[in-house]
């Protein structure tokens, strides 16, 4: 079946550490990949997006992330984390010719000063 | 100009009240979506329209009535809601949703809807 796994479901880490959040799809062709991030009782704010071509993606607010294709997978990253940053972030796939996106589970990070 | 605005952005409403939720964009987009967010899950999708038609209804109750007046606004009427629909229910827009580059969504900040 088709799935999008984010395994951690809470991540915490100190300010100015780095952060990798996890993504992990199901699909029998590659389909479109984002990472979303929402701050308590707010929208979703687009963080970045892979359609192709180069698999490092720069993104807003000093995020990147990684396209593995033989890994299915599609890591969230950022060198050096600041205390806004804590959030919940959904790693978001859009297969091709579906029209519609499938969210993973999300990723609460809290950051500790 | 990425921005997609809901209205308002908080609903108290009764089991018999009806009620509608707004959301309105101005970047060309011409897909919208309607989601359904619980505290601490993933958006619910609830409907897609493509061109001002719907394109998937995920199976929503009668209750939740969307409406596509024009390519730039989307409503979602309300009307004999039960309190568990009580959530975030946000809006989002795309140029397309084709499956394609074009997919990419853009979220509203959504409504925080009660039902008592």
């Known amino acids: 079946a088709q799935s999008v796994t984010q395994p951690d479901i809470h991540i915490t880490v100190s300010e100015g550490a780095s952060l990798e959040l996890r993504c992990n799809y199901s699909?029998?062709?590659?389909?479109?990949l984002f990472w979303y991030v929402q701050s308590p009782g707010q929208g979703l704010q687009l963080l970045l997006k892979y359609f192709s071509g180069d698999t490092l993606v720069q993104g807003i607010k000093g995020f990147e992330a990684e396209f593995k294709r033989s890994q299915s997978s599609f890591n969230l990253r950022k060198p050096s984390v600041h205390w806004s940053d804590a959030a919940e972030y959904f790693c978001a796939v859009v297969p091709p010719n579906a029209g519609k996106s499938t969210f993973g589970d999300g990723t609460t990070l809290t950051v500790k000063p | 100009d990425t921005e997609v605005t809901q209205t308002p952005k908080h609903l108290v409403m009764g089991m018999t009240n009806k009620k509608s939720l707004k959301c309105e964009q101005h970047?060309?987009?011409?897909?919208m979506y309607w989601y359904k967010q619980k505290a601490k899950k993933p958006p619910e999708l609830m409907f897609v329209y493509s061109y001002e038609k719907l394109s998937i209804n995920e199976s929503v109750p009668s209750r939740f009535s969307p409406e596509c007046p024009n390519s730039s606004l989307l409503n979602l009427h309300l009307h004999a809601l039960q309190p568990e629909d009580s959530a975030l229910y946000l809006c989002?827009?795309?140029?397309?949703?084709?499956?394609?580059?074009?997919?990419?969504?853009?979220f509203g900040p959504g409504t925080r809807l009660t039902v008592l």
């Open positions: 699909y029998g062709a590659t389909p479109y």
């Open positions: 970047m060309g987009h011409r897909a």
């Open positions: 989002a827009s795309s140029q397309a949703a084709s499956g394609g580059v074009r997919d990419t969504q853009y």
